[in-house]
């Protein structure tokens, strides 16, 4: 096990502003707080080499959680290990073993070349010279960066600044890496790119990532593992599989029959509903579990030929923004099933 | 505590990057020089004009007033060649940039005076050229006593300027805007250190020595080197003049503590 977060908590006091001619005076002199949790009772454990991926809406605390792992912000109460390190009681040593990528905000020198920020880097964390030389010369190659390497940074592109910010934070060869929206605003090439960086740092160095992001197809394509939270309380802690296969229970079937009056195809088989139909193209919706694919298959190659037939299901993301909607309160499917995963209830380390 | 290397390695990258880009900024370079020798020029012209009609303060000449302002000099241009880019603390904190120095593994306040950018000791040079022909002005008697409460007198004091800086940057943590006390305490400064503090009522004077204590920096040290003990109604102890590196130390140690205060303090942005 390499990170222990166990109920974490972080409250932030902003203070209410007053209304009226004078507020301003007023607010100055006020000790009206108004308390935000931003995160709350939040427990998880990471082992080593496990590339996760934590998600949730807008403003659920991602980015809070992740000020907390790296030793930014003092948690009001609760408290996490990384690698047997408290972050923000020790946050020099904790900085040595940690790696860190703001999508939002580099860390290279504007004015300087790009490599120049890497000689700086590598003085701050004190890198070997054989060490730092590998590493540039391995990063260089996967992330493309000797077309611009002597640019000053201010110069480069978004792409190109975050292959610079990915090799930036990854030359002191950190155990543990923290991604809050690295992807952002990368076109596709760019996040492929990036992804494979990620996977191959993972998988030939056995680096722990954790990853936040919008992007559910970063999370399809690295990581095995979600941790979903929302208002800063955990959702969900377990395989993207499990969610996958609990949430996603939907199946589109999309046929394309040798129908005369295609638009009078009707379909009655129950849990099973056209969602569209486009000329001979027919789109149906049903659930995996009260419907068996074959059967409904079947069904409708006895009344109609079919000339071609796909089933699919649904992207994560599509999943995701259901859950997200709709929430996992009592009610719902989930709980029902037993998969709200509660603080208690972890991964084997 | 672990190993010094990072610090040395990192400060001396800190100096090379920094002449790195000075062939890139030199227009910037030579107006910032042009910037500040008007700037430091027009502060002694007032001080000559105004000695004109006062020729002696408290027993003070000229010449002995432009030296108080050459040692004030001095240290504050030490100051700001070392320490300058505190001063940018409160805009990184706002702007979400400072949670940067938090994750790597160097004290964030050594990483703040060694981020690279337009530092050059360009002011340090003309401010050590000034007092060289200033001391002459007031015959100073050179022994090693005199260099070394002259040494004493200007890194101590550029302490005292960065302890006060660094207190005031450190607010940052708890205020979002401070722009306002930024500049009361630096007209403060800049203001007070010009003339013999003696020529001042109690309360400046107390706020000057113990308080927001610049009047080490040049005042009392200045006295000692030119036996001002008695100043009209103000007598000075020829041995406050050599305290400045301890009070130097002791407010800087101060601006520290409370500055790892912020740092736990610190709530980071909310993008
Ligand atoms: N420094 C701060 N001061 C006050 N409130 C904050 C601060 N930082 C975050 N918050 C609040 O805490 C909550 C969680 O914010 P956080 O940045 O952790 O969300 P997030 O999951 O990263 O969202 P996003 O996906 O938009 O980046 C939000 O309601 C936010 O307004
Ligand atoms: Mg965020």
Known sequence: MIISADRLTKQFRTLRRKEGPLGAIATLFSRDYEIKDAVRDVSFKLDAGELVGYIGPNGAGKSTTIKMLTGILVPTSGTCTVDGIVPWADRQANGRQIGVVFGQRTQLYWDLPLIESFQLLRAIYNVPAATYERNLREFTELLGLDEFIRTPVRQLSLGQRMRGDFAAAMMHEPKVVFLDEPTIGLDVVAKENIRQFIARVNRDRGTTFILTTHDLADIEKLCARIILIDHGRKLYDGSVETIKGRYGRNRTLTADLNCENCDDVRITVPGANVVSREGPRIVIEFDRDAVRADELVVKLAQHYELRDVTIAEPPLEAIIRDIYQHGLGDGSVAARDGLLVTADVETVS | ?271
């Open chain 2, 1 to 271: 505590m672990a190993s010094l290397a990072p610090y040395w390695r990192t400060y001396a990258e800190f100096w090379r990057l920094n002449f790195l880009t000075l062939a890139e900024y030199r227009a910037n370079f030579f107006v910032w020089l042009v910037f500040t020798l008007v700037l430091h020029g027009s502060a002694i012209a007032t001080i000559w004009l105004t000695m004109n009609r006062f020729p002696i303060m408290n027993g003070w000449t000229w010449q002995q007033v432009v030296f108080l302002y050459a040692l004030y000099w001095l240290a504050s241009s030490l100051n700001g060649t070392l320490f300058f880019t505190v001063g940018d603390v409160p805009w990184h904190i706002r702007e979400g940039r400072f949670d940067r120095f938090m994750v790597r593994p160097l004290d964030p306040l050594f990483q703040i005076i060694s981020q690279p950018g337009q530092i050059w000791p360009d002011e340090l040079i003309v401010a050590t050229i000034f007092f060289a022909i200033v001391q002459g002005l007031v015959h100073l008697q050179w022994t090693i006593g005199v260099a070394g409460l002259l040494l004493g007198a200007m890194v101590g004091g550029a302490f005292i300027d960065f302890a006060i800086q660094l207190a005031v940057a450190t607010l940052a943590f708890w205020v979002v805007r401070l722009d306002t006390l930024r500049w009361v305490v630096m007209s403060l400064e800049t203001d007070f250190t010009r003339y013999p503090l003696s020529i001042y009522n109690r309360v400046v004077r107390f706020t000057l020595s113990f308080i927001f204590p610049f009047a080490f920096i040049n005042y009392f040290p200045a006295s000692t080197l030119l036996h001002k003990t008695a100043q009209g109604d103000y007598a000075v102890n020829p041995l406050l003049g050599w305290l400045t590196p301890l009070i130097g130390a002791l407010w800087f140690t101060a601006a520290y503590l409370f500055w790892r205060r912020g740092l736990d303090h610190h709530q980071s942005t909310g993008s």
